[in-house]
């Protein structure tokens, strides 16, 4: 009875720390997701910035009328 009752602690302190491994895999990898979606907003405002820079550089070395 005492050896049932240990294995079964046992089992459960097993799931415990399976469910709490599976838990920090899906928290690091919603960070993951999170740093990667703001790095997307990141460049994309970046590249607008370049694309606007560009613009008006071109339009700087226009030869005046």
């Known amino acids: ?6 294995s079964a602690a ?12 599976i838990t920090a895999m899906v928290m690091v990898m919603t960070m993951a997701m999170v740093i990667a979606m703001t ?3 990141v460049l994309n405002q970046a ?9 008006a550089l071109i339009k700087f070395n226009q030869p005046m009328m």
């Open 1 to 6: 009875s005492t050896l049932l009752a240990s």
């Open 10 to 21: 046992s089992d459960v302190y097993k799931r415990q720390m399976v469910m709490a491994t």
């Open 39 to 41: 790095m997307v907003v």
């Open 47 to 55: 590249l607008t910035i370049v694309k606007a820079a560009k613009k």
